[in-house]
């Protein structure tokens, strides 16, 4: 099948390319940018999309979406998710391996890869277990793993006590060039923690997580990441001190990236407000200091790329007091417009605010996405930069309706969302 998108405004972070230009697909692939190729209007039928007032981009890429299968279909199903992705505009996502059981033997690799391909939806990247069933103590068959299609490992939100293992686990991982994505975050300081340990968590009588169970990991993390070179991804940073630390140690010669959420970039802990269940996050909301260190590290290169750490919650765990309510916030929805809201903020191009969504996540993965040049598959976003929307429980297709965004008002949402060139997501008519 053919199809032209014409009328847009054509913006590919990955070939700095920002300009009115219709795009041409082809057989899933894009076939020509600004002009026709040769013979594209011969035998076969041409469709259109008039994306007049619209941005055509690259599909985004989330690299950490759960998508609660298997396991965890009360919260959410792999149908509702993956929909979900394709009505924000995202055409490949990572999923993190805290599944039940977690992903840490082939089988469910292979059966998480078969059923999200037969769905024909977004393209889904599982990450591999680190260690058996998350649980620190043996390290999992990571080259069986990686054959059965994990991009990368990671133990999710869960640490490694036993420094020992981490050790040997890094030290394999670099041996086969294999990435490891993981949380720093204390056990032990965490411990019953629930909120940031200041001032908001002091005045409402909940249990604080400080700044140093976040460094105090982080660090461990960069000693044995410089020791063993393995390729370090550092998932979802929440203070200034950790930003700072990153930096350093990039500076002297850590192989090391990182990730924010989409949600740490707009909320502090004062948005907890009345113990707003939905707040309750991991790792938490931090001070108003933190987040503008998050804002600005993004926007430096400090921080790689933007996630939106999308964790459906069903009602029963999170209408509960806010302590007992589950970690976890829904985002695979608002990732385009809270990134937007973020960029426009900082006051920065529209190309440089796309890349933490599209080309740089695609390069943390390695994986063939987060760019429209000829020959590339045809997954493509087509956004009104201009809609206006507001975050209801009615408005959004994820099972899960956990959010802190819930009556807020964004702006900029997907319009069409086309996988390999097919259309997957018609939205044209909200």
Request: glycine share 8%; aromatic share 6%; net charge negative.
């Amino acid at each position: 099948m053919k199809l032209q998108i014409r009328n847009g405004r054509l913006v590919d972070p990955a070939s700095k390319t920002d300009r009115q230009a219709d795009l041409f697909i082809a057989d899933g692939r894009v076939a020509g940018i600004g002009r026709a190729p040769a013979g594209f209007d011969d035998q076969a039928t041409v469709g259109t999309i008039d994306a007049s007032g619209c941005v055509v981009c690259p599909g985004l890429v989330d690299i950490s979406a759960r998508l609660r299968e298997p396991g965890y279909e009360y919260k959410a199903t792999l149908e509702s998710e993956m929909a979900a992705a394709v009505a924000g505009g995202v055409t490949s996502l990572a999923c993190p391996p805290d599944t039940d059981p977690p992903l840490d033997e082939p089988g469910l690799v292979e059966m998480l890869i078969h059923r999200s391909r037969h769905l024909e939806f977004a393209k889904v990247y599982p990450m591999g277990a680190l260690t058996v069933k998350l649980e620190g103590q043996y390290i999992t068959e990571m080259a069986e793993l990686s054959d059965a299609g994990c991009i990368a490992f990671s133990q999710a939100n869960t640490t490694i006590v036993d420094t020992q293992v981490l050790l040997r686990a890094m030290q394999y991982a670099a041996t086969f060039d294999y990435p490891v994505w993981l949380s720093a975050q204390d056990r032990y300081l965490a411990h019953n923690g629930v909120a940031h340990d200041g001032e908001v968590a002091a005045r409402l009588g909940l249990a604080g997580i400080p700044v140093a169970a976040e460094t105090i990991a982080l660090a461990t993390l960069l000693q044995l990441a410089r020791e063993t070179g393995v390729r370090l991804h550092i998932r979802h940073l929440s203070s200034a001190a950790a930003v700072e630390m990153v930096a350093g140690a990039r500076a002297a010669g850590i192989a090391v990236t990182c990730d924010v959420a989409a949600h740490h970039l707009h909320l502090c802990d004062h948005d907890i407000g009345y113990f707003n269940p939905h707040a309750h996050l991991t790792p938490p909301l931090r001070s108003q200091r933190d987040r503008e260190a998050l804002r600005t590290g993004l926007a430096n290169g400090t921080i790689n790329a933007v996630c939106s750490d999308h964790t459906p919650v069903d009602d029963d765990a999170k209408q509960v007091p806010f302590a007992e309510a589950e970690p976890g916030a829904t985002g695979l929805e608002l990732l385009l417009p809270l990134t937007l809201k973020w960029g426009t903020e900082m006051k920065l191009p529209l190309s440089d605010t796309l890349s933490r969504i599209t080309s740089a996540p695609a390069r943390l993965l390695g994986i063939p996405a987060g760019r429209l040049a000829v020959g590339d598959p045809a997954d493509v976003c087509v956004f009104d930069p201009e809609a206006e929307f507001r975050v209801s429980r009615e408005s959004l297709r994820s099972q899960g309706k956990n959010t802190p965004f819930l009556g807020q008002l964004l702006r900029g949402r997907s319009r069409y969302t086309l996988i390999d060139g097919v259309l997957a997501h018609d939205g044209s008519w909200n």
